[in-house]
């Protein structure tokens, strides 16, 4: 009883020396100091975020006069409802998305069918690939070159365009060999050819379970990247049928700015329109993006330390 008595005491005497140590007024202003800076950038970030989405639903006259600050004003969807109603857009937002996954799952598949041969120190000649892989980054052939090619492959005007010549990235094979290389032990794929495991079938059956971290971060990365794209399209494709969202986008901003022989206010009305529709179309082309990123962050943490920081 003594003794709990007294260890009651050390616990309450340890508490309250605790409340009285005061951290070093340089810590303090150190602290201070760094809050309001994080503050101020994250108002930074938010604030373009929340006046497109303001400006989306405010009326087409606020929009163009500027008031708009912060919240909606006059509240309407006159802009979701064109950019709806608009064939081109719908038309480009299913070819995004047809682009996006399709491409994702090609580039997935090539990045890691290289990376995961380039990660086994078994692997004859994996050291002078990886060198010409490498090189790649910093020496390109260039885009008139890279027209020809994909004008002599018989690609211009079509969806390969697209898909085929950016399908990988050398940045994401550094990164996804890095991880398998740190992440799948030797061990399994020795215990896998003595119980006669066919090579396809181990990385069917093993590597691709145990990798999801990495394959979230392909993922990501080359869908953002394939959604977010125009410019190959702007060079290699002349079907509208085949144009992306970005590219729409692209044509309605032109559009909005180009000059006709209509009378004045019918093109104040369109101006005051298009301006609309250009946050609108901003808050649709986003939503995918924003909407898939919140089931991949944990992997795609994970997957960028161990693919970049170990090995």
Known sequence: MVKADHNVEVHKRMQVERRTIREPLGDRVFMTILY????????????????IVSSSFSSPSAVSSGQVWLWPVDPSIDGYRTVFRNDQVLTGYMNSAFYAIVGTAISV???????????????????????????????????????????????????WALLLPNAIFVWQVIIARTFFQASIPQELNEAAEIDGCSDLKFISSVIIPLSKPILAVLALVYAVAQWNAYFDALIYLKSQSLFPLQLILRSILIMGNATGTIDASEMARRTELVNLMKYSLIVVASLPVIAIYPFVQRYFVQGMLIGSVKG
């Open 36 to 51: 309001i800076l994080m503050t101020l950038v994250t108002l930074a970030v938010l604030y373009p975020l929340i006046y």
């Open 109 to 159: 598949t090539l990045t890691v069918m290289i990376a995961y041969p380039l990660s086994k120190k078994t692997f004859y000649g994996r050291g002078p690939i990886m060198m010409f892989i490498t090189f790649t980054m910093l020496f390109t052939g260039g885009l008139i070159p890279t027209y020809m090619v994909v004008k002599a492959l018989g690609l211009i005007d079509t969806r």
